[in-house]
């Protein structure tokens, strides 16, 4: 089966900074690939799927890019409101596994 | 608006056996895959098992392999999990969850989770 990985762990910037977490399969997955933001003590949201298409009512400085095993969430400027659990997915064929998680928290 | 209730979980010991399910409403059940997906207390997400809208194809994760079943019924709108041979490593909150409709394996809504917890 295919592992998905995902750097950093966790991480803290400022209000405003650019952030980027990476998700990596270990085998080519080509655009099939989704990021999910899970608030603390929240239910899982989709944020983007076909690694780069943002779902409906997802604020515009969240942005997904790559293909193949690569892939990358970026915020473009942190706000206080982003503050959560984001994970990968994939999903070009089962199992759907997902990336372990990136925790993003205000510096 | 899209409205998933899971019902059936609570606490069973090792070995044992319960059964999850999930009320759908909102949309139109009979068209939608639909999913289980789990979290244990402070970790992440894990995907446990997926069903076509028609029952045709049913995947598992590896880890719930010939222990837990899903199935469906569309007549009640209606998405459940057998779980049997628990274990203390499947306590988690257990989510139903729908798929987009044309984009097989993305979960476009989630339920409010059920806790399953094991130990004797």
């Known amino acids: 089966d295919i592992q998905m990985t995902q750097s950093p762990s966790s991480l803290s910037a400022s209000v405003g900074d650019r952030v980027t977490i990476t998700c990596r399969a270990s085998?080519?997955?080509?655009?099939?690939l989704a990021w999910y933001q899970q608030k603390p003590g929240k239910v899982p949201k989709l944020l983007i799927y076909?690694?780069?298409t943002l779902q409906s009512g997802v604020p515009s400085r969240f942005s997904g890019s790559g293909s193949g095993t690569d892939f990358t969430l970026t915020i473009s400027s942190l706000q206080p409101e982003d503050v959560a659990t984001y994970y990968c997915?994939?999903?070009?064929?089962?199992?759907?596994?997902f990336g372990p998680g990136t925790k993003v928290d205000i510096k | 608006e899209v409205q998933l209730v899971e019902s059936g979980g609570g606490l069973v010991k090792p070995g044992g056996s319960l059964r999850l399910s999930c009320a759908a409403s909102?949309?139109?059940?009979?068209?939608?895959?639909m999913n289980w997906v789990r979290q244990a207390p402070g970790k992440g997400l894990e995907w446990v098992s997926s069903?076509?809208?028609?029952?045709?194809?049913?995947y598992y994760a590896d880890s719930v392999k010939g222990r837990f079943t899903i199935s469906r019924d569309n007549a009640k709108n209606s998405l459940y999990l057998q779980m049997n041979s628990l274990r203390a490593e499947d306590t988690a909150v257990y989510y139903c969850?729908?798929?987009?409709?044309?984009?097989?394996?993305?979960?476009?809504?989630w339920g409010q989770g059920t806790l399953v917890t094991v130990s004797s």
């Open positions: 969850a729908r798929e987009g409709i044309t984009i097989f394996g993305v979960v476009m809504s």
């Open positions: 909102g949309f139109t059940f009979s068209s939608y895959s």
């Open positions: 069903i076509s809208s028609s029952s045709s194809y049913i």
């Open positions: 085998q080519g997955i080509s655009n099939y």
């Open positions: 076909a690694a780069s």
């Open positions: 997915q994939k999903y070009n064929s089962a199992p759907f596994t």
